[in-house]
């Protein structure tokens, strides 16, 4: 999961070396913390937060094939 992320983020912003996740796994659910340049800040997120709802939903569809929740925070 956390590499799925940090694949989906880098192709999207300028700097993905600055990319990182943390994953915190709980017994049924994931929260995976996305933390960018400041500079990438509005790539990640898009226009009225599309592309961070797309990026949810992918993750979301992952996560079905092991039974988990999971939650994707952006960070500054």
């Given at each position: 999961m956390k590499e799925l992320l940090e694949t989906l983020a880098k192709a999207l912003v300028d700097n993905p070396e600055?990319?990182?996740?943390n994953e915190?796994?709980?017994?049924?659910?994931?929260?995976?913390?996305?933390?960018?340049a400041k500079d990438d800040m509005g790539k990640v997120i898009g226009k009225q937060g599309r592309i961070a709802k797309a990026i949810r939903t992918v993750m979301k569809a992952a996560a079905v094939k092991e039974d988990k929740r999971v939650s994707v925070e952006i960070l500054q």
């Open positions: 600055e990319v990182s996740v915190v796994e709980g017994e049924k659910s994931i929260i995976l913390e996305l933390k960018v």
